[in-house]
Nanobody, 122 residues
Framework: QVQLVESGGGSVQAGGSLRLSCAASGRTFSISAMGWFRQAPGKEREFVARIRYSDRNAYYADSAKGRFSISRDNAKNTVYLQMNDLKPEDTAVYYC???????????????WGQGTQVTVSS
């Protein structure tokens, strides 16, 4: 099993920045990639970003490109999501997830964190 704990959420005004963290523990050797997702009230959960462990290859949802950056600290078993130029439509609960496959995908992740709230006011 893998346990994931997110942190770093909060409230910020439009144009501001936040950095989310996701600390992994347990059988972390089984993780091949990590992703960030979000779910706004009344909406389905959507993919935000993904990073592959082997080569740090990252890709993003169109809504995140140019504003968000996903990165990883191997020593800390932690993945980050740096979010800049935040907009009210970025308001959501943000979840990190771990994937045991290296195949780039937006669904089917194996482990999930509990989520952290991000609120962006105009």
């Amino acid at each position: 099993q893998v346990q994931l704990v997110e942190s770093g959420g909060g409230s910020v005004q439009a144009g501001g920045s936040l950095r989310l963290s996701c600390a992994a523990s347990g059988r972390t050797f089984s993780i091949s990639a990590m992703g960030w997702f979000r779910q706004a009230p009344g909406k389905e959960r959507e993919f935000v970003a993904r990073i592959r462990y082997s080569d740090r290859n990252a890709y993003y949802a169109d809504s995140a490109k140019g504003r968000f950056s996903i990165s990883r600290d191997n020593a800390k078993n932690t993945v980050y999501l740096q979010m800049n130029d935040l907009k009210p439509e970025d308001t959501a609960v943000y979840y990190c997830a771990a994937d045991r496959t290296t195949i780039p995908r937006n669904v089917g992740y194996d482990y999930w964190g509990q989520g952290t709230q991000v609120t962006v006011s105009s």
